[in-house]
């Protein structure tokens, strides 16, 4: 039986957590979280640079003769992302049932376990479940590592904090992008290259472990179970590293409100958070279209405005180096702004230099207008990774967030194939209309229903 008292208790430690200050021990905290989700980068990002060699190999085609068919590339980004949906759809609880940490570890593992037996595939079909059942480890993982940085770090550096998660994360980009680019047009001692891309991803199951070593659980999740003893020793291990390396007391703690513990999933769906979780379905639903109709289809794209493959790999790694670029940018802003016109803005930047995009024919401005784009989508990225787990209760934030995410994923599955039907009818240019109508929604649902959240204490929000 969970004592009356925790709420009270829930909410004292909520507040000594917030008024922690920046020091080298919450910056550790944010770095090794956003190390291991480095590895969940690669794995989704690989999506789009092996694409080339799947098709050069003879498994996938460019384009697929039917809607859903199998043997067309769609299918296989396809895949990734109905991984994606079940796992963030499906399993999201997991993070609030099983705790952040131990979720964290489980899930690195699974889909490297995945990735793995799937790069030794030799068919479509068996290529595309394997890439399926990874899919599901990297949508428990993007859940989890957004739920744990909200709840470990103080108000005042959220913003700042996921800004320097997405710049950790995306910088494993360039590195697959250049792995791609050496190793897909060749076969290194007879291995396809695309084979080789996919394996150095998987070096990830190695540094887990030292990884989770540094990480404590999130006090927030030990009080919604219970635990009070192991959160208190938790929070006063976390305020003994940060005053002695402050080498001064601790500010006081302000009271916060008194955050429920007692919850249902389906209280997502009750007043106030039921304008929430519409609004961030609607949002999910249609920013997928703008970041990955991009990202996941980078060389391909390349490919339909005439670029050779060779050359499409090497425009497309210049394009992956300003993967960082966009939430490095926003460091210094991330929590100077509001949150939901951040989205706004670079959902905006992503209409229009998508446009642009489409209509170059020279190198150069594909790989300028590439850049702007890719540095959009990952300020957009950065804002809503923070956003979200912001909106929801400590006690079903995993659950929320992996339940509006999923609109994400979904959309994906669908996306993949729409991106690969205006490529093969419209051209390279009705893909970005089609990109460009998708940012409008989003503009639209997060500017005119999304709640501020910027400098406010969790339980704040959660009122």
């Known amino acids: 039986m969970i004592p009356a008292s925790n709420p009270a208790i829930a909410a004292e430690i909520g507040a000594r957590l917030d008024r922690l200050p920046a020091t080298r021990y919450i910056w550790k905290l944010v770095l090794l979280l956003s190390l291991g989700g480095c590895f969940e980068v690669y794995d989704l990002f690989f999506t789009a640079y092996i694409g080339p060699g799947l098709v050069r190999s003879g498994l996938f085609s460019s384009s697929s003769a039917s809607f859903f068919g199998f043997i067309g590339l769609a299918s296989f980004v396809a895949a990734t992302f109905a991984g994606l949906f079940i796992g963030t759809m499906l399993f999201g609880f997991a993070a609030d049932w099983f705790g952040r940490r131990m979720v964290f570890t489980c899930s690195l593992l699974w889909y490297t376990a995945a990735t793995v037996i799937m790069a030794f595939q030799h068919t479509a079909i068996s290529i595309v479940a394997w890439r399926m059942i990874a899919g599901v480890g990297i949508g428990v993982e993007l859940v989890t590592i957004d739920t744990y940085i909200t709840e470990l770090v103080p108000k005042h550096l959220r913003g700042r904090a996921f800004a320097v998660n997405q710049v ?34 998987a070096t990830g199951a190695i540094f887990v472990w030292f990884i989770r070593r540094g990480i404590p659980e999130s006090p927030r999740w030990l009080i919604s179970h219970g635990h009070l003893a192991d959160a208190e020793r938790v929070t006063a291990a976390m305020e003994a590293r940060v005053s002695q390396e402050l080498g001064a007391p601790l500010p006081a703690a302000n009271p916060h409100p008194v955050e429920g513990i007692h919850g249902h999933f389906l209280d997502i769906f009750k007043p106030p958070y039921l304008s929430r979780t519409s609004m961030l379905m609607v949002f999910n639903f249609f920013q997928t279209v703008g970041y990955y109709g991009f990202a996941s289809w980078v060389p391909t794209l390349l490919i339909a405005a005439g670029v050779t493959t060779t050359s499409s790999l090497q425009y497309s790694f210049i394009i992956a180096i300003a993967a960082p670029v966009g939430p490095l940018l926003a460091l210094r802003v991330a929590d100077k702004f509001e949150r939901k016109w951040q989205i706004v803005g670079a959902a905006l930047c992503i209409a229009v230099f998508g446009l642009l995009f489409s209509r170059q024919t020279n190198g150069v401005l594909l790989i300028v207008f590439g850049v702007l784009l890719t540095c959009s989508n990952n300020w957009m990225s950065m804002a809503f990774h923070a956003y979200q787990p912001e909106l929801f209760p400590t006690r079903v934030r995993a659950q929320a967030v992996g339940f509006v995410y999923s609109w994400s994923r979904l959309s994906a599955i669908f996306t993949s194939f729409l991106i690969g039907f205006f490529l093969r009818d419209f051209g390279v240019a009705g893909v970005f209309t089609f990109v460009a109508a998708s940012m409008l929604v989003v503009m639209l649902s997060i500017g005119i229903f999304g709640p501020r959240t910027r400098g406010l204490a969790l339980e704040d929000i959660s009122h």
């Open 168 to 201: 950790i994360q995306f910088s494993v980009v360039p590195v697959v992008a250049l792995l791609a680019w050496i190793l897909v047009p060749r076969t290194p001692f007879g291995f396809e290259g695309w084979r080789w891309v996919v394996l150095i991803g």
